[in-house]
């Protein structure tokens, strides 16, 4: 598959081709060019000398094409849902969820109000603020779920009035190619580009003098070096979503009959959801009750190869990631933890040559295991029991990550105080994990800066002017 560079398919320039895997077969499945930092300063140049074939369009012409990149997203549904599969690992039907939840972002943001706000009006003075383009965008994309992801960025920042270069993660382009494809049929020539490759490709993106926005999505050890390429290289916006390590805190009046639905926030993805439950704090009354009750929804998992029906956890995404669960396994077991279930490496064993690993619980661990503290991005999970609420509270706010958490409780003016309480973007009750696109979302501390989806994703991909009219 070639990269798209200037609206124009293109292949590599002298850096080869990369190999795309599937991870739960181990087969090559296609292979994407390595672009060169000159291919990458192309897209970028073209992408300047085109703004302006897209930003003199008005709101509603632009979202106009915007309603019709969702209806072609959807027209093609299963042929993307089955490249995130292929690509990504993911069951079939977590896929298909992900295309629709791409589509549905580009819809929201058709019909989004971008309206002239007028702040005062007076007889001798008119004082407005109105949305302009910010230039060319940098879209820098992980692999968990680089399709939707990929909408939540184009489609507030095409909205806005910009073009757009993307950074696929170098396991995942290929569903981005085929978003890249569609937009390429909707847009004026030369306003998107996908650019394909390895860490070196986001580097040189980051760096460009023509990039004027930068929206970066990955792990916390990436992030300050894509502030550095910036600060390297001038002044230019930026927004960072970064990794989480999300709490559910459990108080000892929760309902033991939803038990499945806190387990699946961990396991969803195998666990390679930013938002994902990362730990579990319990109030000790519940603690031995609710490790049983969890354990035992566990049976619900059919691990396996995510275009098999039935299968509802696929692989890790790559080898790097399996080996961060490995050492967290044994970080656990060399330091007095224990595994309450799973704790094995499937890969290898009949049936499972990609990078599998069990989905895996572990208990008598505190803070200082690498399991609770740090995020595992993949299917293990840790059970800690708490003398309070408050305590729990305390640890989740001792934590340097800050992406979201949940609580609990049919206690709903206890749930109120400690979400509004808990350091982090979204606080959830009862429930973990959604995103609607009308309501911002992204990280506190070293989960991140800025906000996507909503207006607040739309405002972040635009320059807002203020107009002084004196009558
Ligand atoms: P990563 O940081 O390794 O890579 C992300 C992207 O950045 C890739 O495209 C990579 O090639 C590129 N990149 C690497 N070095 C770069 C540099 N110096 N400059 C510019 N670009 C560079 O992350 P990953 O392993 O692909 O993704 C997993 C991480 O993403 C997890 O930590 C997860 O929590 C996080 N994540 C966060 C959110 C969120 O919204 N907060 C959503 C999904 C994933």
Redesign the pocket.
């Known amino acids: 598959m070639q990269m798209i560079v200037g609206s124009e398919l293109k292949g590599p320039s002298d850096g080869g081709w990369m190999d795309v895997l599937n991870p739960a077969t181990l087969e090559v499945i296609n292979r994407v060019p390595k672009a060169n930092v000159e291919d990458v300063e192309q897209a970028c140049a073209i992408s300047a000398e085109s703004q302006h074939l897209w930003s003199d369009l008005t709101f509603d012409q632009r979202k106009k094409v915007l309603a019709q990149i969702a209806d072609d997203i959807k027209a093609n549904m299963d042929d993307i849902a089955a490249t995130i599969t292929a690509e990504v690992g993911k069951p079939l039907g977590e896929a298909k969820h992900e295309a629709l939840a791409c589509a549905s972002t580009f819809k929201f943001f058709s019909t989004l109000d971008v309206e002239e706000e007028v702040l005062n009006d007076t007889e001798s003075v008119r004082l407005s603020v109105i949305h302009r383009p910010i230039g060319p965008c940098a879209l ?6 680089p399709f939707a ?1 990929m909408g939540w960025k184009s489609a507030p920042a095409l909205l806005a009035g910009n073009p757009l270069v993307v ?4 396991t995942t382009p290929l569903g981005n190619m085929k978003l890249g494809n569609i937009l390429a049929d909707r847009l004026p020539k030369g306003i998107i580009s996908v650019v394909t490759g ?2 070196d ?3 040189a ?2 760096t460009s003098k023509h990039i004027r926005r930068v929206s ?8 300050p ?2 502030l550095e ?1 910036i600060a390297a290289s001038g002044l230019k916006k930026v927004s960072l ?4 390590n999300d709490a559910a805190i459990v108080a000892k009046d929760f309902d033991l009959s939803k038990v499945a639905s806190l387990m699946w926030s961990s396991f969803r993805n195998a666990g ?4 994902a439950v990362k730990r579990v704090y319990v109030e000790e009354p519940l603690y031995e009750d609710l490790v049983k009750a969890y354990v035992a929804s566990m049976d619900g998992i059919k691990v396996g190869n995510g275009a098999e029906a039935g299968v509802n956890m696929g692989p890790l995404n790559n080898l790097p ?1 399996l080996k961060v669960v490995q050492n967290m396994v044994q970080d656990t077991k060399d330091n007095g933890g224990t595994i309450k279930f799973g704790g094995n490496t499937l890969m290898g064993q009949e049936g499972f040559p990609g990078y599998f690993h069990e989905p895996t619980v572990c208990t008598d661990v505190d803070e200082s295991f690498s399991v609770v503290s740090n ?1 595992q ?1 993949g299917p293990i999970v840790p059970i800690v029991p708490v003398p309070s609420i408050d305590d729990a509270l305390d640890r989740v706010n001792s934590s340097r990550f800050g ?1 979201g958490g949940s609580v609990w409780t049919n206690d709903m003016e206890l749930a109120r105080r400690v979400s509004e309480h808990m350091q982090c973007g979204t606080s959830w009750i009862n429930t973990h994990m959604i995103v609607e696109k009308n309501a911002p ?3 506190v501390k070293a ?2 800066i800025g906000r ?1 989806l909503g207006r607040w994703g739309f405002e972040e991909f635009t320059e807002p002017k203020t107009i002084y009219m004196k009558k």
């Open positions: 820098i994309l992980p692999w968990n779920f992801l950074k696929p993660a170098p390895a860490d490709v986001g580097k993106l980051v970066f999505t990955g792990s916390v050890e990436t992030g070096k894509v390429g979503e970064l990794g989480g390679q959801v930013c938002i990631q995020e991005f992406l979302f992204g990280g989960s991140g996507e």
